[in-house]
């Protein structure tokens, strides 16, 4: 996975800061099935988000590998293309979170879902600074 091209960090004050290796951790360890809820707009996901802490990352094109998922959205094989991810820092149980992505469905029309996904890690770090 490709680090992302930009990333919107809601990680607090100080000296916090997005980490892209969780990023790509918390993405890829989805459960390949779109959620049965109601998705918000951007600008709610974008609220939620910097409430709870978290990031929203952007690509130009990131493939993912969700084969039920492009299956379910029309890819022809087991990878859909996302542009970008919401990700907070807000457990839905102990063992998962919900992270939304925006899928580039074919024909280009962009398109958010909600998915599980089981890294549990914080998406932000605290730098530290050595002495």
Same mark, same amino acid.
């Given at each position: 996975m490709l680090s992302p091209n930009r990333v919107d960090a809601f990680c607090g004050s100080g000296e916090h800061y997005a980490r892209s290796t969780a990023i790509e951790s918390i993405i890829t360890s989805t459960d390949d099935r779109?959620?049965?809820?109601?998705? +918000?707009? $951007? &600008?709610? /996901?974008?609220?939620?988000?910097?409430?709870? =802490? %978290? !990031?929203?990352?952007?690509?130009?094109?990131?493939?993912?590998?969700?084969?039920?998922?492009?299956?379910?959205?029309?890819?022809?094989?087991?990878?859909?293309?996302?542009?970008?991810?919401?990700?907070?820092?807000?457990?839905?149980? +102990?063992? $998962? &979170?919900? /992270?939304?992505?925006?899928?580039?469905?074919? =024909? %280009? !029309?962009?398109k958010t879902y909600a998915l599980r996904a089981f890294d549990m890690q914080n998406v932000c770090s605290e730098a530290r600074l050595s002495a």
């Open positions: 779109i959620e049965a809820v109601s998705v +918000p707009a $951007s &600008r709610e /996901i974008e609220r939620i988000v910097r409430s709870q =802490g %978290g !990031v929203i990352a952007h690509w130009d094109s990131q493939m993912l590998a969700v084969p039920d998922v492009a299956r379910q959205l029309g890819y022809p094989g087991p990878y859909a293309e996302i542009g970008d991810a919401a990700i907070s820092n807000r457990l839905v149980d +102990p063992q $998962s &979170r919900r /992270i939304y992505l925006t899928f580039v469905l074919p =024909g %280009g !029309v962009r």
